[in-house]
């Protein structure tokens, strides 16, 4: 399982990437460094005030729940 952990991985690194570069450009530098300090609570604000950005923000969250459920399925695996 840890294919869906890398997957997650490289999902979440995308969707925090393109989100700060869409808030930059957006509404300014700061938006873009709280996204990278509090990357899911911080796109998810930006997000909701901003109402853009919720396809960058649904890729960081697919790739943070991947990363969770393929490390517990790994975790799992390896207690058989």
Do not use: D, N, P, T
Request: contains cysteine.
């Amino acid at each position: 399982m840890a294919i869906l952990s890398l997957l997650g991985a490289v999902l979440m690194l995308v969707g925090w990437i393109w989100l700060m570069v869409v808030a930059y450009k957006s509404a300014g530098a700061l938006w873009a460094v709280l996204i990278f300090f509090f990357s899911l609570l911080a796109g998810l604000i930006f997000c909701i005030m901003k109402k853009e950005g919720w396809m960058q923000w649904g890729l960081l969250l697919v790739g943070w729940l991947l990363v969770m459920f393929g490390g517990g399925m790994s975790a799992i695996s390896s207690m058989r």
